[in-house]
């Protein structure tokens, strides 16, 4: 078995709080299910896209636009609050930063939207973006959380195409930046894509998924000090393809996955058998946990988050660039802090906690403060000895107060001198 006592010990307990954690809410939410009768206007006003009396009230960047430009904001409408069909925008072109891609180009957008106009219908959302780097890589991710009719079905879509040069540092924690560092060079394509239906009248759902990783093109320039790279000891390849369909089950019962202001818990298990005759190159299982918990403290802009993400792969050979990895999750924000490819091996433990808090009383500025840790396992042993942490601050400008998307500046600290800018389009979880 891949887990050793430890291990088993760790992924039982992030389980059975998840559990604990999402029975104690389902009674919660019949609760609100009780009130929403009675008192619909006052649940309405923990979605964003339905505040509109608050809304005078708050500042975005396209209202510092209008001011800019004399232009009058359009009128508020308060009436049907949620319309079905409406897109809100977000739309960023920039010049950012990060340590991977030193200066790039970007062009990024949200769109947010509800599918009908029923009150328990879901905040869906889809996040595009294109980069240019320094570097000369291509970054091309679109992610989308869709909700269907009274969230009859979740559709979870994670694309993206990366042209990349990057540096690897082996496997294990036991890695120095400094001597390892491996440039790299390939051409990738992930296309994940979940179906999930709800199950009766709770917050859980269950579906299937189609997962592939193709990359082709791999090529390495060997570690700085002239030693064989844990990539060629491992198996170097010019191409590897993980290709299988997971078994996903997920518990979430936010109002808003941009970003989310209530108390809520998001809990998601994919399992993942990766077959040959399927495309793999070898048959092998992953396993993903992805746990979060909201408490919303004091004014509304407040909230303490809680974010655990677990990635273990096991029965076989997983190829390199599929092994769990900082900075490899859907969204690229695991291990703010260090680069992204930092720490890599067959499994992934990362505990993270983060305070938000608002600056201006009009909601266009932000703050947060987070520290973080993560650990893989070393290779060939396979087992957790090394945690490396990192502590950082940010600040959140508001880019549309109806999605109630933020652009997020964050500086993190880690160990062994590792620092760096991190920006995101909405929170980071």
């Known amino acids: 078995m891949f887990l050793n006592k430890n291990l088993k010990l760790y992924v039982l307990s992030c389980l059975l709080f998840f559990t ?16 929403s009768k009675k008192e619909a206007k006052k649940i309405s006003k923990a979605d964003s896209l339905a505040q509109c009396v608050e809304m005078s009230k708050e500042r975005d960047l396209i209202d510092i636009y209008r001011t800019v430009l004399r232009k009058k904001p359009p009128v508020e409408k308060c009436e049907p609050s949620k ?6 925008l977000a739309i960023l072109p920039a010049f950012g930063y990060s340590l991977v891609t030193k200066l790039a180009g970007v062009v990024t957008g949200n769109g947010a939207f509800y599918t009908d106009n029923e009150p328990s219908t879901k905040l869906s959302s889809v996040n595009v973006s294109v980069s240019y780097t320094q570097k000369n890589q291509i970054i091309l991710p679109i992610l989308s959380n869709i909700w269907t009719k009274k969230n009859k079905f979740n559709l979870l879509g994670d694309w993206r195409y990366y042209k990349y040069p990057e540096y690897t540092y082996g496997l294990g924690g036991h890695t120095h930046a400094a001597t390892n560092s491996n440039q790299l060079s390939y ?28 990359h082709w093109g791999i090529s390495e320039a060997g570690t700085i000090d002239g030693q064989v790279s844990d990539f060629k000891k491992y198996g170097l390849t010019k191409s590897s393809v993980s290709s299988g369909i997971s078994v996903n089950a997920l518990f979430d019962n936010r109002t808003n996955s941009i970003n989310q202001r209530e108390d809520a818990i998001y809990g998601n298990i994919a399992f993942c058998p990766n077959f040959t005759f399927l495309g793999s190159n ?10 979060r918990k909201y408490f919303k403290v ?12 677990n990635w273990f792969t096991f029965n076989g050979n997983v190829p390199y660039l599929d092994l769990p990895s ?5 969204y690229a924000n695991i291990g703010r802090g260090y680069i992204q490819s930092r720490f890599r091996g067959k499994n992934l433990l990362y505990l993270e906690a983060e305070y938000r808090f608002g600056i201006t009383r009009n909601g266009l ?3 947060v403060v987070f520290a973080n840790a993560q650990s893989v396992t070393d290779w060939p042993s396979n087992k957790f000895q090394t945690i490396y942490p990192a ?6 400008i508001k880019l549309n107060k109806h999605s109630n998307i933020n652009l997020a500046i964050d500086y993190a600290l880690g160990l062994d001198g590792s620092r760096g800018v991190f920006i995101n389009l909405g929170e980071v979880f």
């Open 326 to 330: 900082t900075g490899w999750d859907p």
């Open 20 to 35: 604990a954690s999402t029975f104690g809410q389902s009674k919660k939410e019949t609760k609100k299910k009780e009130i």
């Open 187 to 214: 051409s990738n394509i992930i296309i994940h894509e979940a179906v999930l239906r709800h199950i009766g009248k709770s917050s859980f759902y269950a579906g299937l998924a189609y997962n592939l990783d193709y």
């Open 391 to 396: 502590v950082g601050s940010g600040i959140r």
């Open 365 to 367: 500025f932000g703050g």
């Open 83 to 88: 319309k079905a069909g409406n897109l809100h």
């Open 282 to 291: 070898h048959n092998y299982q992953s396993l993903v946990i992805d746990l």
């Open 298 to 309: 004091g004014r509304k802009d407040n909230v303490i988050a809680f974010w655990n993400y």
